[in-house]
């Protein structure tokens, strides 16, 4: 297929104007201290070349060339769905390849119940409450886990991943003068947890490879108590460290967290005579349900309320300032008798970035998608799921560290023995919104698969080969790549596995890995060239193990030089030897490849020709 013409399209010129309609999402982030609002998708890109003296051509610049986007239009969120090149000529119709066509992973709600095996959950009693049970990614893996209190110890639940833990371990004795009121912070931004306490005395016990460390004080801090109800956590200047934020009557006043060195001076944000020019809402006040989240998918937390038939929330603008009250449309419509703010969870369900409402019924549950902060989707429903009481709790949390939340059901009761923890992978581990396929209209396309990081991390760690770098996140990377070229005829799988990857705390980037495995396959020839770029074992570690390269040739191409024999399923042995580069740099480890079932020839052949099949695929 070739470029076809399109006669009917209109030709744009230099001085046509138009009417450019507004997207059916439109956004704002606050992360620059003030309102940044999109409200237009770019639709069209044109190019002019302008031919100043030429004769015949005119003054007026010429359009040689435009560029079609077409999206799939969403109030939740749009994409991109093709890209159309089209070239322009005076003397002949406009001439325009096949569009460029995108897909993307879908966001399907899947409302399995499923059971973590009893194995699993045992030495856990009274369930996962979130008071003496709870969900913790204590080690800053990507994953949580499940920590127990029990008297003056802790204990611990590794996850091994797909909803399964490890047997509980004790965490060793809590510091001494631990109180319950102290609470896991993360005081560095690498996902570490300490433990942290601001009375009678300030500081924190830093969580370490051996236990827990002594006790550090802090230079300074307010004189206020974590379980104040008054009192929430919340990274206010983006630097990844949650501060302190209090609610007075009057005012707003806020401690930055300067990490291990305590918080600094406070900082007074004065509330406004009306709530429509600023939050003037007081955390324990009681009356209302007030909630930390990100609406807008910016990426800060924002100050929300919520009533029955009323959501609103003040967006974050940094430094304890908040912008005006949005009023959400579409908003839950609970009847008064039925409201419970205990029964609200606040939770990302499509993976869109911004925070959704669900609400909690006795057998069911209700859910409203937010439409990029602006308005709520119609209300959706899950039944059949297990009983809502006071004896049960419900948490949301990332079971399964796939980057995606879950509703995990648990319960101490006699008759629920047999699955005590049961939950919903909300996106049946599939991260919605994320590029699936790419097709060029010209017989060649792409399918991308994904998975996330701490898929790698746990199997590097059961393997008895642990990162010796972490991340306190999910990261969605390409796990395999399947491209096809249908008038060739061929099919090319190239299959990733990444190790040690790297979250730089102190610059707030993700630093990608260490090491990335790749395997490719074409058709017919599986596993043709594996190829593994970066250290295995970072500088420092006990071991480096870094580059090695498969035979360059493809599976095709020794296959046809060896007319007497197709290329057989066929077996690969290692050889490795030490490199002679500089110290510091990768040493090489080669994977000899050769056809099963042929003995490897003394020396490497010159040529391959049916009289020596053995050499062939050498």
Not at 153 to 167: I, T
Not at 311 to 323: A, D, L
Not at 599 to 616: D, G
Request: glycine share 10%; charged share 25%; with cysteine.
């Amino acid at each position: 297929m070739g470029a076809g013409p399109r006669s009917r399209q209109r030709r744009p010129s230099w001085t046509e104007t138009g009417a450019w309609r507004t997207r059916p999402d439109p956004f704002s982030i606050c992360k620059p201290g003030f309102e940044v609002r999109t409200y237009r998708l770019c639709r069209r890109v044109l190019m002019f070349h302008e031919f100043t003296g030429t004769p015949g051509l005119g003054a007026e610049p010429v359009l040689v060339r435009s560029t079609e986007l077409d999206y799939v239009e969403d109030p939740v969120a749009s994409f991109l769905r093709s890209v159309t090149q089209t070239g322009w000529s005076d003397d002949a119709p406009p001439l325009s390849y096949p569009p460029l066509a995108l897909e993307y992973t879908a966001a399907a709600l899947d409302p399995t119940v499923r059971v973590v095996d009893p194995v699993s959950a045992a030495n856990l009693p009274a369930g996962v409450d979130g008071a003496g049970y709870r969900f913790v990614d204590l080690d800053g893996e990507g994953v949580p886990g499940v920590l127990a209190q029990a008297g003056a110890g802790w204990f611990y639940k590794r996850s091994l991943g797909g909803g399964r833990f490890a047997p509980i371990e004790a965490l060793g004795e809590l510091p001494a003068g631990a109180r319950d009121t102290d609470r896991l912070v993360d005081l560095s931004g690498d996902g570490g947890k300490a433990l942290v306490r601001l009375e009678p005395t300030s500081g924190f016990h830093r969580r370490g490879e051996r236990g827990w460390e002594p006790f550090r004080a802090f230079a300074d801090a307010p004189a206020v108590g974590l379980d104040d109800p008054a009192v929430r956590l919340i990274d206010l200047d983006g630097d990844g460290i949650p501060d302190l934020l209090l609610t007075e009557h009057e005012a707003l006043r806020w401690y930055p967290s300067e990490g291990e060195r305590g918080y600094g001076p406070s900082a007074r944000v004065a509330k406004p005579a009306d709530e429509a020019d600023g939050p003037a809402v007081v955390f324990d006040d009681g009356s209302d349900a007030i909630y930390l989240a990100d609406m807008t998918g910016d990426g800060l937390s924002d100050i929300v309320r919520i009533r029955s038939g009323e959501v609103c929330y003040w967006p974050n603008r940094g430094y304890g300032r908040f912008g005006r009250r949005i009023e959400m449309g579409g908003a839950p419509d609970l009847r008064l008798a039925e409201f419970d703010p205990k029964r609200v969870r606040l939770i990302d369900i499509d993976g869109s970035g911004t925070t959704d409402v669900l609400y909690l019924g006795e057998r069911d549950i209700r859910f409203w998608i937010n439409q990029a902060g602006n308005r709520f989707a119609a209300p959706q429903a899950i039944t059949g799921l297990p009983v809502v009481d006071t004896q049960r709790s419900v948490e949301v949390t990332d079971l399964l560290g796939s980057g995606t939340a879950c509703l995990v059901w648990s319960s101490p009761l006699p008759g629920d023995a047999a699955a005590p923890l049961r939950y919903i992978d909300l996106m049946g581990g599939t991260k919605p919104h994320l590029l699936a396929r790419v097709r060029n209209g010209l017989g060649w396309s792409a399918e991308v698969h994904y998975a996330p990081s701490t898929k790698f991390y746990l199997a590097d760690r059961a393997a008895g080969a642990p990162w010796v770098t972490r991340l306190p996140f999910p990261v969605q990377v390409v796990e395999q790549v399947e491209t096809r070229d249908d008038y060739a005829g061929s099919r090319l799988t190239t299959i990733y596995r990444y190790h040690h990857g790297f979250w730089d705390a102190a610059e707030r980037e993700f630093r990608g890995f260490g090491a990335v495995d790749q395997e490719d396959s074409q058709l017919g020839c599986p596993a043709s060239t594996r190829t593994s770029t970066g250290r295995r074992r970072p500088p420092g570690s006990a071991t480096a193990r870094s580059i090695r390269r498969g035979p360059r040739r493809s599976c095709a191409r020794r296959r046809a030089r060896c007319a007497a024999r197709p290329c057989a399923p066929r077996s690969t042995r290692s050889t490795s030897r030490r490199s002679r580069r500089p110290r510091g740099r990768t040493t090489s480890r080669t994977a000899t490849t050769r056809c099963a079932g042929w003995p490897r020839p003394a020396r490497a052949a010159t040529a391959c020709s049916t009289a020596t099949p053995a050499r062939c695929c050498a």
